[in-house]
């Protein structure tokens, strides 16, 4: 092709090429039909009552609100980490049998804590008992959420596990996603929700295997800690 040729193309490619670019700008906005100032709704009692406190709900009066969700609730048994444990326990789309597997499994718990209490001879015994089932189970995720994870990292041909801090987020999933592996590992006799209150209250008091698999990964972690500098590398 001649030098004039190839400078009558010049243009047609820098088209194609601007055209390339804002599409790639639009593939990476988030679709969404609320704009950005449109706020997220409040449906915690608790919470509610903060924004009240702090003076943020005055601000809020008549700023705009996203719908409600299917999946949310205004009720005082409603758990935003309990359904989100719903649906990680859900298979292949049943939400409705593993709601029901959670909530006999937090009605074993209040059956074993119950008993617990009735057995204690002292006030000061039945005070220490914990008989809310959404409240061991907070404890118990709490107690089993890992602080440091390991990610592999490559290094001059070589391929190390190198500790890291680990989100919140990621802490959470790893806990419910250790303690739901764990209660399918059970025995033919015992049904899910009966291992699944037996771990709730083992994590409840800092023990069990839940607890095991995090203490074993900060081992790991700690064991690995001469590598920690290539995460920065």
Request: charged fraction near 25%.
């Amino acid at each position: 092709m001649s030098l004039s040729g190839l400078l009558r193309t010049l243009p047609t490619i820098n088209a194609i090429n601007s055209s390339l670019g804002s599409l790639s700008l639009l593939s990476r906005q988030p679709y969404s039909m609320y704009k950005p100032f449109v706020k997220e709704p409040v449906y915690n009692i608790e919470q509610l009552d903060k924004l009240i406190e702090s003076g943020e709900a005055k601000k809020r009066e008549f700023v705009p609100v996203k719908a409600a969700r299917n999946d949310h609730n205004v009720s005082v048994f409603y758990d935003d980490l309990t359904s989100k444990f719903v649906n990680m326990v859900m298979v292949k789309g049943q939400k409705e049998l593993a709601r029901n597997l959670v909530e006999m499994g937090y009605m074993k718990v209040k059956q074993i804590q119950l008993a617990k209490y009735y057995e204690a001879t002292t006030d000061a015994e039945r005070a220490e008992i914990e008989l809310n089932p959404i409240t061991i189970f907070h404890k118990a995720l709490e107690n089993c959420s890992p602080v440091l994870q390991l990610t592999p990292i490559k290094r001059g041909g070589s391929t190390y596990q190198v500790p890291i801090p680990i989100t919140e987020n990621r802490a959470r999933f790893l806990a419910m996603k250790w303690m739901i592996l764990e209660c399918r590992e059970k025995e033919r006799k015992i049904h899910f929700p009966e291992r699944l209150a037996v771990e709730l209250i083992d994590a409840f008091n800092n023990t069990g295997k839940v607890v095991k698999r995090k203490q074993d990964l900060h081992k790991q972690c700690e064991n690995n800690r001469a590598y920690a500098h290539y995460r920065w590398g």
